[in-house]
């Protein structure tokens, strides 16, 4: 049974940082992505970064420069470290991942993704 389990999320001043953990359990093989994305109400889920496989990462334009995500291997946790937070970040964020995918998978969709966690909610005033 896969598990996601998020949590980090909290209310936080413009320009402050959080870190976003995402704990998986469950039996991973072959190329898999863990991915964050976030959601705002009346508006599609968009990706904000994701981890691949074979080490490498992808973060969305929009938080380029500000947002990283790592992975520790042991605990089989994918972070989300998110700098200069703007009110715009402001959103429930999603864990998400998915295994044994093929190389056409595009990670920066959400459709690639069949695991989800319960959500975390962000909130940055200014």
């Known amino acids: 049974q896969v598990q996601l389990v998020e949590s980090g999320g909290a209310s936080v001043q413009a320009g402050g940082s959080l870190r976003l953990s995402c704990a998986v359990s469950?039996?991973?093989?072959?190329?898999?992505?863990m991915a964050w994305f976030r959601q705002t109400p009346g508006k599609e889920r968009e990706e904000v970064a994701h981890y691949e496989s074979d080490g490498s990462t992808t973060v969305a334009d929009s938080v380029k420069g500000r947002f990283t995500i790592s992975k520790d291997n042991p605990k089989n946790t994918v972070f989300l470290q998110m700098n200069s937070l703007k009110p715009e970040d402001t959103a429930v964020y999603y864990c998400?991942?998915?295994w044994g995918l093929g190389p056409w998978v595009d990670c920066t969709s959400l459709h690639a993704y069949s695991y989800w966690g319960q959500g975390t909610q962000v909130t940055v005033s200014s």
């Open positions: 998400a991942t998915n």
């Open positions: 469950g039996y991973i093989y072959g190329r898999y992505c």
